[in-house]
Structure formats: structure tokens, C-alpha cells
């Protein structure tokens, strides 16, 4: 189960000074409970001290006009949220400390071009409101659910959270069970909406036939990998489910782990994230003969990035908002300038006109045809 807290500037409980370091200064991963912390109540604390005072009328009034960020609902409920949103933050190494000072520039920098989204986020026009993703592995019984949920919300003293997205549901639990249990939770107040993350087109179907044939809550919209090379779900499955049942798009990796970034064009650089062992797999996936086709095609694509006047990475996030379905495509970043760049392709949506989008489907040979394809 994914949880998205929300963190409100009236019931917010900072932690006091020198809390958290002392606590990561002693015990043991430090790197992953670093990536942790960005997902909890003290970073968000911390900067939006820094936010408040400075911003007290509606976020979209006081930072489109300068950034051109467009807002679109989450599916076809009625929370409004940024186009662009902040991902994963990917730190390779380094202390507490400067993962800290690293992740506050990078979300005051996606705060003040008018993100409203941090992973599942969103900003309400009476006031500041921001949401951050937590993960557990724990399944998707009622049990792990609500106990999870709760004891989420006591550790990060929060009173409700905005939207929890649930992992692909295992086997052994009944689907009726996970859309009862995110009814209870929305109906108690701790949860406001609820979305899948990885699920096929028939769970999130399953899902809201059980909702409605025992008047539960159906989920809004589903967390999907979606990029040049990964089209076939969101281009294919997902609009159908949209236009019958309200089902957005809430789009991750828009650079595919950073291969549609360029850097691997000539190999695997010593300081890239694909020649870290972990990511082994990455690695041979570029190296691979389908890889190095991808790098020829990305080579062609960058000549329409440059007729545009963008870069390649800006034309890759813009070519994912084309796509009606998609509410909102987060970012991943490792520093401010990766992510001011990757902001940037806000500029391009309005020069993503049909020629340029034939275009690219042309070099990337692979667009999957739709039921409405064969109906003409």
C-alpha cells in the first residue's frame, strides 16, 4: 500500500530542532531513512515555515501566470492538481544532512513554479495543503490497510490524508475487501480518495464494479510507467477506463531511469545511476541490443527537441502531458538544475501540435493501436 500524507500549515506539528538528525545520526541505513524523511512530516515542516509567509492567497493565482503550470483534475474527481509534480528524489550517496538541504531546494524550486503535487499532492485554494508518498510492503487486507493507515497518520500527527494509492493486490485478498477497506478509510475521514498503482485494466475495473454493486468507493486514478518506449498501457487501456469510469493517469519515469536523457549515448558513464550495482539491471537493459536502438531513435528525436528550442529530457515530458488521460506526470530529480530544466517543459506543451507528434511517432515506430484505430 502507498499512503499520500497531507500536511497542513494549522495542523502541523514541526519536530524540535536537531530531532531528526539526532536520530539518523545513530541509527543504522542512514540512506534509506534518509529517502524516508523526505516522505515524512519534518522536511515538509521545515519549508513550508518558508512557504506560508510568503504565500497566502491561492497557489495557481500566484504562480501560473509566471510559470504557466496548468492544473487538471485527478481523473474526473474534483481535486485539482499540478500537471508536473515532484517524484522520487535520487541521491546515490552522502550524509542526512546534505539530503536534507538538497530535497528542501528541490521542493521550495517545484513549489514556486507552481507544483502542487509531491508524489500525490495537492494544494487547496483556502490554504496550503501538501501531501507525501510513504510506501510499506505490507499487503492489501482489511487489516494491513486500516492499521497501517492509522498508524501512519499517529506517527506523522496527521489528522487525514488526501489520496492513498494501493500497490497491485496480491492473490489472497479478495477484491471486495480492498475497495470495503478503502471505503472505511474514506469514510472515517482519514482518506479523502483513493487510486491504484500498477494495477492492470481488469483489477481497476474489478474495483469499481464491486464499488458499485455494493455502493463503495470506486478508486480515481492509477499510478503507471509512461514514456517513449512504454506506451501501451496508458495509450491503449487506461483511456477507455477514463472515458467509462473517470479513471486518470498519474504518470511516473517520463525518462525512463534517465535513458531519454541523452547521457548514455556513447555508454555507460562512471558517475551515471546505471553503473551502480544495484542498478545492474539498467545497465544491460541500455546495453542491449534493443538499448542501442533506443539511443539511435533518441538521437533523431533530439532534432525535433532542437527545432522546438528544447531539450530532449523537456520534450519527453511534454510529448506524456499530450495525452488527455494523463492528470499529471511526476518528476524524478537529483538536483535543482535537473528539475528546473525538467520544469521547463511546461513551455513546450502549447508546441505539441499533431505534426509534431506524428513526427515522433515516426521515429519511435511503436504506437500501439487503439479499438478506435481499428473502427476507422
Not at 492538481?81 to 528524489?89: A, H, T
Request: charged share 20%.
Amino acid at each position: 500500500m502507498q499512503v499520500s500524507f497531507a500536511c497542513t500549515d494549522h495542523g502541523l506539528k514541526a519536530p524540535r530542532n536537531g530531532e531528526h538528525s539526532k536520530q539518523n545520526a545513530t541509527s543504522p541505513n542512514t540512506a534509506s531513512q534518509a529517502r524516508a524523511r523526505f516522505r515524512t512530516v519534518a522536511l515538509i515542516a521545515r519549508s513550508l515555515g518558508s512557504f506560508t509567509h510568503r504565500y497566502h492567497h491561492n497557489l495557481k493565482e500566484s504562480t501560473a501566470k509566471l510559470t504557466g503550470m496548468k492544473y487538471r483534475n485527478l481523473g474526473k474527481s474534483g481535486l485539482r492538481v499540478s500537471c508536473l509534480g515532484l517524484g522520487e528524489l535520487k541521491f546515490k550517496s552522502g550524509n542526512f544532512s546534505c539530503f536534507c538541504q538538497v530535497a528542501e531546494q528541490l521542493m521550495t524550486i517545484a513549489y514556486e513554479s507552481g507544483v502542487n503535487l509531491f508524489d500525490t499532492a495537492e494544494v487547496y485554494s483556502g490554504g496550503n495543503t501538501f501531501l507525501v508518498l510513504a510506501e510499506t510492503e505490507r499487503g492489501l487486507n482489511r487489516k494491513h490497510i486500516i492499521e497501517g493507515l492509522k498508524g501512519s497518520l499517529q506517527r506523522m500527527q496527521l489528522e487525514y490524508v488526501d489520496v492513498v494509492f494501493a500497490n497491485r493486490p496480491d492473490s489472497n485478498t479478495p477484491m471486495e475487501e480492498i475497495v470495503r477497506a478503502m471505503t472505511h478509510v474514506i469514510n472515517q475521514g482519514m482518506a479523502m480518495y483513493w487510486g491504484t498503482s500498477r494495477w492492470s485494466a481488469m483489477e481497476i475495473m474489478e474495483a469499481y464494479s464491486v464499488a458499485r454493486q455494493f455502493n463503495l468507493i470506486p478508486p480515481v486514478c492509477e499510478q503507471a510507467e509512461y514514456h517513449f518506449f512504454q506506451r501501451e498501457k496508458v495509450e491503449t487501456q487506461l483511456p477507455e477506463l477514463y472515458h467509462k469510469i473517470g479513471v486518470g493517469v498519474v504518470s511516473w519515469s517520463p525518462l525512463a531511469c534517465g535513458i531519454i536523457t541523452g547521457k548514455y549515448e556513447n555508454g555507460v558513464p562512471e558517475s551515471s545511476r546505471a553503473s551502480m550495482k544495484p542498478y545492474q539491471w539498467l545497465r544491460e537493459k541500455i546495453m542491449s541490443e534493443d538499448g542501442r536502438k533506443q539511443q539511435a531513435k533518441l538521437k533523431e528525436l533530439a532534432h525535433i527537441s532542437e527545432k522546438l528550442g528544447c531539450t530532449l529530457p523537456q520534450l519527453a515530458i511534454a510529448w506524456c502531458l499530450r495525452n488527455e488521460g494523463v492528470s499529471s506526470v511526476l518528476l524524478g530529480s537529483s538536483n535543482p538544475s535537473q528539475l528546473t530544466e525538467n520544469l521547463g517543459a511546461i513551455q513546450v506543451i502549447p508546441k505539441m501540435t499533431a505534426g509534431i507528434a506524428s513526427e515522433v511517432d515516426h521515429i519511435l515506430g511503436n504506437r500501439p493501436h487503439s479499438k478506435r484505430d481499428y473502427h476507422h
